[in-house]
């Protein structure tokens, strides 16, 4: 896993969303302007919602970690936003004192669906189609049973 080091402390890439990007867009997009790393979506892991964060401009904030697959692994991070950046083992990670809360937990999070499974821990996208004729929205949730995707009836 690749963390970056900002004031001493380790913390996952990360950013704001341009207005109408999706979320897998934004993490890949942040990834890479911060990193280097050219990246893909794949889940959606944690959501953290809090209020009266001085850094959200007055608003209400969400901070989204997803996990996304690398397509490359050479760091070329961006000394602007970093001091340094670089990939670490999960289990370093997650028994360091020199990280936020949040970047703790998620790299337990993780631990846990490498050892027994990321269906156990990701909630994934779909694409399905808004009720406005030619419109579609993503859904994030938890992956059903092949049996319940295509469910016509209740039996």
């Known amino acids: 896993?690749?963390?970056?080091e900002l004031k001493n402390m380790w913390k996952?890439?990360?950013?704001?969303?341009?207005p109408g990007e999706d979320i897998g867009d934004t993490a890949v997009?942040?990834?890479f302007e911060e990193t280097g790393i050219r990246s893909e979506f794949r889940s959606l892991l944690s959501l953290r919602q809090q209020h009266t964060n001085p850094g959200a401009f007055g608003?209400?904030?969400?901070y989204i970690i997803c996990r996304l697959k690398p397509h490359s692994f050479t760091i070329d991070f961006c000394q602007h936003e970093c001091l340094r950046c670089e990939w670490m083992?999960?289990?370093d990670l997650?028994?360091?004192e020199n990280t936020t809360p949040i970047t703790?937990?998620?790299a337990r999070l993780l631990l846990y669906g490498y050892r027994e499974g990321f269906d156990k821990i990701d909630f994934t996208m779909e694409e399905l189609p808004a009720v406005y004729t030619g419109l579609f929205y993503k859904l994030y949730h938890?992956?059903?049973?092949?049996n319940y995707r295509t469910m016509t009836g209740m039996d």
């Open 59 to 62: 608003k209400s904030d969400m």
């Open 104 to 106: 703790s937990r998620v």
């Open 12 to 18: 996952f890439p990360g950013g704001l969303s341009e």
């Open 89 to 91: 083992d999960l289990s």
């Open 94 to 96: 997650a028994k360091t």
């Open 1 to 4: 896993m690749m963390f970056l």
């Open 142 to 146: 938890k992956e059903l049973p092949a």
């Open 29 to 31: 997009r942040e990834v």
